[in-house]
């Protein structure tokens, strides 16, 4: 299959060279590996404060921007299932454009929308607080910011995950709760979720995914500033590999650590995923055989 | 009961459409800004409504080179379909033919849609620089099919799962050759599906920007060129700016509209099957 022979050879080879680079020096002229440093530079990583920040930072992004996907996603979702389900398609669509749009897009946008001088928002917040806000030039804000966007333009998975998940329930389990007198958030708490469990944490893995590789608000809305304050771990990468000084193995190094993050991370949701799917469909099919 | 019931719904569907104003206001002032006048966009105030002006698109077409437009064209069609017609029977390999460490061999395809991108960008750096691909059409092909595949075989290998077997079988025991099998009868059956993870990859590919903007520079494909306007800090040309990133958005735009249907079973599947 040639397939497989593409796959092969576009992921393997790159993955041994990314390691290769990463335990020699490099020559920036002529491009070559040329040093057997051992793991010097992964010692360099692991105790440079730029980087740690880029690791910090990805990390403290991903984390609220997953944070709050999952709850803006599923509150959407259930709002649409609930009070407009003979809309759905185009509430969807609606809800997608975020999704589609391209993350180029969306960085100019809110750049367009978070401009100091001309910003809707910073015009109308002028007229009630007559202060005049930087949204790019605090660490703080400027990390709110990148959250922004990226929540913006992730949510619209959540909420198509969920809404599809929220489908799928079985009926006959939700009576039967109801009948009990199951009711509001007791009822999504104890009874929605729990049925869900297997969509909230593949959606939890995507979502965080998507956030951790981010790189395109970072570089165009902020460009990692005020200082190197928002520089996220892909954009670390491509300023020390290639952007600034061209320290390739440096980049490499950095790039073979968030690989092994990441596989981490995802191991552990996947492994989640599976032990825990089981347990779902099985209550669910309890709740189903009783009702019926 | 009733009243309260209807207070209910009524406060539902209100909080829904707050959500969705405040969702899609980001695009309704892209759309904005770009049909504004220069005046309108550098104004001390927030102007909410104009009567659309094409002045930034006149502008755009006389300033704006339309290299990067063929170029986003060439590479998202052919990456595209060389993922599509060398993934489709890729899944469907996977998910019907018992063949050796078929588990690996699946987990593998799918692990490498996880890889975080920019733990490959050094090497494909590097790996293009050596192979005279730095900068070319060409070498951005090669990688965004390789990075389209997994997803692909990814989406349809949860459909061919759930399709019956038995079509193929008969046809198989009619006379069929395996790919005559395949052609005639599975390609029909899971056309739809086909559409969808093609249509899904397209609009990833299209918006594509950390590759191209890191393996390209003159020959670049259109979300680069777009993001240069913000690069530009001294005089900000917002109007053109939003008038292009509109541009930029149209094609999507027309997929969500008429291929809504794919578009949402697209998506689903990139989740993967087990999310349904």
Not at chain 2, 2 to 31: D, E, H, N, Q
Not at chain 2, 215 to 237: D, H, I, R, W, Y
Request: glycine content about 6%; overall charge neutral; some cysteine.
């Amino acid at each position: 299959m040639p397939g497989f022979v593409l796959l092969a050879l576009a992921t393997f080879p790159p993955f041994l060279y990314a390691l290769y680079l990463s335990v020699f020096n490099f020559d920036n002229q002529a491009k070559v590996a040329t040093q057997f440093v051992w793991l010097k530079n992964y010692a360099t990583i692991l105790t440079n404060g730029r980087s740690l920040h880029a690791f910090g930072e990805t990390l403290i992004i991903s984390f609220e921007s997953t944070f709050l996907s999952i709850v803006f996603g599923f509150a959407i979702a259930l709002l649409i299932q609930r009070y407009a389900p003979r809309l759905d398609t185009w509430l969807l669509i609606l809800f997608l454009l975020p999704m589609i749009i391209s993350p180029v897009v969306a960085a100019l946008n809110f750049s367009l929308l978070l401009n100091t001088l001309y910003g809707p928002i910073d015009q109308v917040l002028y007229v009630f607080t007559h202060a005049v806000i930087a949204w790019t030039d605090t660490p703080f804000l400027a990390t709110e910011v990148i959250v922004m966007n990226q929540v913006w333009q992730s949510t619209p998975f959540a909420i198509l995950l969920f809404y599809s998940g929220l489908q799928s329930l079985p009926l006959e389990a939700l009576e039967a709760a109801r009948v009990d007198g199951a009711q509001g958030f007791t009822f999504l708490w104890f009874i929605t979720l729990p049925l869900l469990r297997s969509i909230v944490i593949v959606t939890v893995l995507f979502e965080f995914l998507l956030a951790s590789a981010q790189f395109t608000p970072t570089q165009l809305l902020t460009s990692g500033g005020p200082g190197n304050a928002t520089e996220s771990i892909a954009l670390y990468i491509y300023r020390v590999g290639i952007a600034e000084t061209g320290s390739i193995s440096l980049a490499a190094a950095a790039g073979v650590i968030a690989l092994i993050v990441t596989v981490i991370i995802a191991t552990i949701w996947v492994k989640t995923t599976k032990s825990r799917d089981l347990y779902g469909i099985e209550r669910g099919a309890v709740w189903g055989e009783a009702n019926s | 009961m009733t009243a309260r019931r209807l207070a209910g719904i009524l406060s539902g569907r209100a909080a829904l459409i707050v959500l969705m104003v405040v969702w899609l206001f980001p695009v309704y002032w892209l759309v904005l800004t770009a049909f504004k006048l220069k005046v309108d966009i550098e104004s001390p105030e927030p102007v909410w409504f104009v009567v659309p002006v094409l002045d930034n698109f006149v502008w755009l077409q006389q300033n704006f080179a339309f290299d990067p437009l063929k170029h986003s064209l060439i590479v998202v069609f052919l990456s595209v379909g060389i993922a599509t017609v060398l993934g489709a029977p890729m899944a469907y390999a996977l998910a019907r033919f018992p063949f050796k460490r078929r588990d690996d061999v699946e987990f593998w395809v799918i692990s490498t849609r996880m890889l975080p991108p920019e733990a490959l960008i050094i090497p494909y750096y590097v790996i293009m620089i050596h192979i005279h691909l730095i900068n070319t059409i060409t070498g951005l092909t090669i990688i965004y099919s390789a990075i389209n595949l997994p997803v692909i075989v990814w989406i349809l290998l949860a459909f061919y799962r759930m399709m019956p077997a038995s079509t193929e079988e008969a046809a198989r025991i009619d006379g069929c050759s395996l790919w005559s099998a395949y052609f005639r009868i599975v390609i029909p059956m899971s056309a739809s599906s086909i559409v969808a993870a093609a249509l899904i990859i397209w609009i990833m590919t299209w918006n594509e920007f950390f590759f191209s903007f890191v393996l390209t520079s003159s020959n670049t494909t259109l979300p680069v060129e777009v993001a240069s306007f913000l690069a530009n800090g001294f005089n900000p040309q917002y109007g053109p700016m939003a008038a292009a990133g509109l541009v930029l958005t149209i094609p999507p735009l027309l997929i969500a509209f008429f291929g809504r249907q794919y578009l949402i079973r697209g998506i689903q599947g990139l989740a993967g099957g087990e999310a349904r």
